[in-house]
């Protein structure tokens, strides 16, 4: 069965520090992935995502993603966080057939 | 415009009360999905509809919801007898097709609260 895992409720980081947020996935054949972000009460909003090709993947807003089929991980990242990043970020895939699963989120606090 | 409209943004209603919810979806986009989010929790998916294609009704929590999409196009969602439990805010995505690698646009939501 699919499955997208995000290991932490909630990331903690002061600003200008690096910020990463972990997903891991678990998806039959060849993973697509993606990261969207969901400011308080807004829609979710698409940030990048990764089909093939680079493994380093570059999206909106400064953040990347960085896919690793041996750890079959796809954590985002943002070498410097800023307060206006604090949010609920959701890591998602699609299944062989489109079907689409997300993380249950992750609620970044960058503190000034 | 140019994003996924769902209306209303916010709904209160008594128990027990019918609800419809409503989904605009960006023009010339097949898929469109249902999702449920409770209060800073995660997505719980609902239903999907591609094209003319029978809706993958697998996440629909009980036979109180039901949703249709007419003309390919508008979607509703129907919360029947609502209890305080349908409380949660109901989100709308919609994609260019049912390809892997198409991202889903979302739209705001509707706040739906059950008294």
């Known amino acids: 069965a699919q499955s997208v895992a995000q290991p932490e409720d909630q990331v903690n980081v002061a600003e200008g520090n690096p910020l990463t947020v972990k997903c891991t996935y678990s998806?039959?054949?060849?993973?697509?992935l993606f990261w969207y972000v969901q400011y308080p009460n807004r829609g979710l909003q698409f940030l990048l995502k990764?089909?093939?090709?680079?493994?380093l993947v570059k999206g909106s807003y400064g953040f990347e993603a960085e896919f690793n089929k041996s750890q079959t991980s796809f954590h985002l990242k943002k070498p410097s966080a800023l307060v206006s990043d604090s949010a609920l970020y959701f890591c998602?895939?699609?299944?062989?057939?489109?079907?689409?699963?997300f993380g249950a989120g992750t609620q970044v606090v960058v503190t000034p | 415009g140019a994003g996924v409209s769902q209306s209303p943004s916010n709904k209160v209603t008594e128990k027990g009360k019918d609800v419809e919810l409503r989904c605009d979806p960006i023009?010339?986009?097949?898929?469109l999905y249902w999702y449920r989010q409770s209060l800073g929790q995660g997505l719980e998916f609902l239903i999907y509809?591609?094209?003319?294609?029978?809706?993958?009704k697998s996440g629909l929590p009980s036979d109180r919801f039901s949703a249709e999409r007419t003309g390919g196009s508008v979607s509703t969602l129907t919360i029947q007898r609502t209890q305080q439990e349908d409380s949660a805010v109901y989100l709308c995505?919609?994609?260019?097709?049912?390809?892997?690698?198409?991202?889903?646009?979302f739209g705001d939501g509707t706040r739906l609260s059950i008294l």
């Open positions: 995505a919609s994609s260019r097709h049912r390809d892997k690698n198409q991202p889903q646009h």
């Open positions: 998806v039959s054949g060849n993973p697509y």
């Open positions: 990764y089909i093939t090709g680079d493994n």
């Open positions: 998602g895939a699609t299944d062989s057939w489109g079907k689409f699963q």
């Open positions: 023009s010339g986009h097949t898929a």
């Open positions: 509809f591609q094209g003319n294609s029978a809706p993958d």
